[in-house]
């Protein structure tokens, strides 16, 4: 997915801000009253608009002469919002005309180096805008775009106007000889220790206060000729203790960070063991395909009772069973122990989830499979399974041709993967099949 930045919609509050982001994203997400300050956190969610991806922001509105304590957070949301974006929408309301927020509000933006999109909200009728939208051009921004988010008129317009000021998705591609790791776990795992001890130099914030980190940041490193780029990442909290109005935009940073990472190296806190939290961020990265690395950190100092680490994979695997191709490497991002085997790891797992398979080597894999293990059947109906082939990696993903995909147990589909796995490796990636039903174009997965 070329995913081209973000986008953060600013303005006064009531201006329709959240209405234009249920239309774009299609959901109801945005709480939509007729009443100020409804919406009071940045809202986000990824679109995509003529092929290409973009996260959008919704914001509280942006008071500036209040001295209300909720208004002046939500300010500060909104802040915070147009400072990490790419592109602001600055939406005002046509029937309040030039106000005095409006004003100040555009003072502020023509101060920032970010590109802005004037948005006049509110202008429901067809054909030629009334006179009283010129007046908009007193707010010193430039052209503007009239729309209607009640009745979806202009919309693509700014959505076409955001575009125009993002990157073509093959400027913005890395090169594909460095791997791209996101370093992720709870707070105070010690992730930024690792980037450090990983570059030898201090170039990440350390604390041992958790949520030092708040951005997302990039670091490269080269290890016996390969290039790595780590990005170190706001260790990520369970959302309701997610209080602190800037840690709310460094989680979406984090989630981001694992979209565009090759390998995700989840570090667990050895004294902690994995947590819940753990576990909640191992989902997302299985669930966007993304090869793991397990980083067990503090092993140096972990107690003296827990240190087998042969007991503490296994308990590590009984919580996160849904990962159990991630392999496990206990470190010490203060000393520097198994630095170099984590190297190794990261390695392997990027190779293994960009390995392609010709169809003949799996095709002779699968026959050996069922000799050994026929088919499940169910009525007097047993599954045939025709052949096998690779559609894509990144994970590596197969599409499978059957006779009837309700056959196809999931017993037998995880026995398939281990022979898989057995045969080929796949250390530290997921590995995704599509079940199709030959002849009939249906898919499952």
């Known amino acids: 997915m070329n995913r081209s930045g973000t986008v953060a919609i600013l303005g006064r509050p009531n201006v329709g801000k959240s209405s234009f982001f249920n239309y ?10 007729d009443v100020p300050g409804v919406t009071r ?19 509280g509105g942006l008071e500036t002469g209040s001295n209300d304590a909720i208004l002046k957070q939500m300010k500060r949301q909104a802040e915070i919002a147009a400072e990490l974006a790419d592109v602001i929408i600055f939406m005002v309301d046509f029937k309040d005309g030039v106000t005095a927020g409006d004003m100040d509000i555009s003072a502020l933006l023509r101060k920032s180096s970010k590109p802005v999109i004037l948005v006049v909200n509110k202008v429901d009728t067809v ?10 051009y007193n707010l010193g921004l430039g052209d503007f775009i009239s729309i209607s988010s009640a009745h979806g008129l202009g919309i693509g317009e700014v ?18 000889d460095v791997i791209k790791v996101a370093v992720v776990g709870k707070p105070n795992a010690g992730k930024s220790s690792l980037i450090n001890r990983i570059l030898g130099e201090e170039r990440v914030i350390v604390s041992d206060v958790p949520g030092t980190t708040r951005d997302a940041v990039d670091t490269y490193a080269v290890k016996d000729g390969q290039a790595y780029c780590f990005i170190d990442t706001a260790g990520l909290r369970k959302r309701g203790r997610i209080t602190d109005d800037i840690e709310r935009y460094s989680t979406m940073r984090s989630l981001s960070a694992i979209d565009r990472c090759d390998v995700a190296v989840l570090m667990i806190d050895a004294n902690d063991g994995v947590t819940e939290q753990d576990t909640k961020i191992a989902g997302y990265v ?12 503090k092993w140096d100092i972990a107690d003296k009772d827990i240190k087998n680490t042969d007991e503490y994979k296994n308990t590590v695997y009984d919580k996160l069973g849904f990962i159990r191709y991630a392999p496990v490497v ?12 984590l190297y190794d790891m990261i390695r392997t797992a990027a190779e293994k989830a960009a390995l392609r398979i ?36 990144k994970p590596p ?26 045969t080929f490796g796949f250390e530290g990636t997921p590995v995704v099949f599509k079940i199709r039903e030959k002849g009939s174009g249906d898919e499952h997965i």
């Open 330 to 341: 206990f470190i010490s991002a203060l000393t520097g122990q198994r630095i170099g085997r």
């Open 24 to 33: 774009v994203t299609g959901k109801r997400i945005s709480i939509v009253e």
């Open 159 to 176: 959505l076409d106007a955001v575009l125009g000021y993002m990157p073509e998705p093959s400027e913005t591609e890395e090169d594909e």
């Open 127 to 136: 054909g030629p805008p009334p006179a009283e939208i010129y007046d908009f």
């Open 41 to 59: 956190d940045r809202i986000y969610e990824e679109v995509e608009w003529s092929g290409r991806h973009f996260t959008l922001i919704d914001t």
């Open 358 to 393: 010709s169809t003949g080597m799996l095709n002779d894999m699968l026959n050996e499979a069922i000799a050994m293990v026929q088919p499940p059947s169910d009525k007097g109906k047993r599954l045939k399974i025709f052949y096998m082939t690779q559609i894509k990696v």
């Open 397 to 422: 993903t197969f599409a499978v041709f059957v006779n009837k995909a309700d056959l196809f147990h999931f017993s037998y589909l995880r026995y398939i993967e281990n022979c898989m796995r057995q």
């Open 286 to 297: 299985h669930d966007k395909g993304k090869a793991c690395v397990i980083a067990v950190n």
